[in-house]
């Protein structure tokens, strides 16, 4: 008999697949699936390109390219040296070999497979026993308002460096999309035990996800205990624009700010032991008791493939020792309209 899934990562790109890949190492892969962000996806010269979903990919399959964190590692580039030498958009970096993907990906999606139905198979062919799925077969786009207009996520953070600022995002296609039908099967499933929302931006690569209908009532309805990780450390973000995000959002860089934002959602926050000293004490403590989070410390931040463990095997200890608050709780039979 095949294993069940025992544990749900909720992830983005880097950040996220770090965790992920730490969980992967701490339990038998095939009882791990990852749920994992769409909302950075977008067509490319002609392409679709799954920018989240790939590097889960490559990093649970070894291939990643540590030093950058997300593409192929031993790439090569001949198609973007042409496509520059043909006055093409060479803004955003596509490998030779990552393109391969984006090429099989699209010519599938367009012969009417979804998308859960081609990363299942993606991960099989990369040898993977753990279970990637898209937040939704839908496209949905995050999309931001800036100093500049309205900008794809890709445009923003790749082409324009992060550097407009922010005044408000909003996922197109999100009201129209639908958890996937696997992913619902999952979360109704005996064998699942733990959600664990990896150390991803809450805005640009959870809230994405939670934007879907009936996603937030699915995960709670696991009946599960949810564990979030804080991608704050030392009162920032380790990388990308968290932080600069939520100050244009006017959004108070602090772990209790995360929690306020998985409220109702989490059960458990685990703050990085530097954030710990400042925010988890006096009154700021009571704030968090208020919302029904409990708290815990650990060394959050993951440079080696030995960090990456280590907060895996504590984010499962934590959320063992917690359970899912009563107004949380529901039967495993949920099956709630999406």
């Not at 968290?242 to 959002?249: D, G, N, V």
Request: charged share 20%; with cysteine; proline share 5%.
């Amino acid at each position: 008999m095949k294993p069940g899934v025992r544990v749900l990562a909720v992830s983005g790109g880097v950040g996220g697949a770090k965790l992920a890949l730490g969980l992967a190492r701490v339990l038998p892969p095939a009882e791990l699936a990852v749920l994992v962000n769409t909302g950075d996806d977008f067509t490319h010269l002609g392409l679709r390109i799954c920018a989240d979903l790939d590097t889960v990919l490559y990093t649970l399959a070894g291939v990643v390219n540590t030093t950058q964190g997300w593409g192929r590692a031993d790439e090569s580039f001949g198609f973007m040296d042409e496509l520059r030498r043909q006055g093409g958009p060479d803004w955003f970096l596509l490998g030779d070999r990552d393109l391969v993907l984006h090429v099989e990906r699209s010519r599938r999606l367009a012969a009417g497979e979804t998308l859960t139905q081609i990363m299942a198979d993606l991960a099989y062919r990369f040898g993977l026993t753990t279970r990637l799925l898209p937040m939704t077969d839908a496209p949905v786009a995050t999309l931001l308002d800036t100093s500049v207009g309205q900008l794809e996520f890709q445009h923003y953070f790749v082409r324009l460096r992060s550097i407009p600022e922010v005044q408000r995002l909003h996922y197109a296609g999100a009201a129209q999309a639908r958890p996937s039908d696997d992913l619902l099967t999952l979360l109704r499933s005996r064998t699942l035990e733990t959600i664990i929302l990896c150390p991803s931006n809450p805005y640009l690569s959870i809230d994405p996800i939670l934007a879907v209908p009936g996603m937030r009532a699915a995960l709670r309805a696991a009946a599960v205990p949810i564990v979030a990780v804080s991608p704050l450390v030392g009162g920032r973000a380790v990388k990308g624009p968290t932080t600069k995000i939520m100050q244009e959002l006017g959004i108070e860089i602090s772990s209790l700010a995360i929690a306020s934002h998985y409220a109702g959602l989490i059960d458990g926050l685990l703050v990085d032991e530097s954030d710990a000293r400042t925010e988890l004490t006096g009154s700021v403590a009571k704030e968090f008791s208020k919302l029904g989070i409990v708290v815990d410390t650990a060394r959050t931040l993951m440079s080696t493939l030995d960090d990456r463990r280590r907060l895996a095997e504590v984010a499962l200890n934590f959320a063992k020792r917690l359970r899912p608050t009563e107004s949380r709780t529901a039967p495993k039979s949920w099956s709630g309209s999406v």
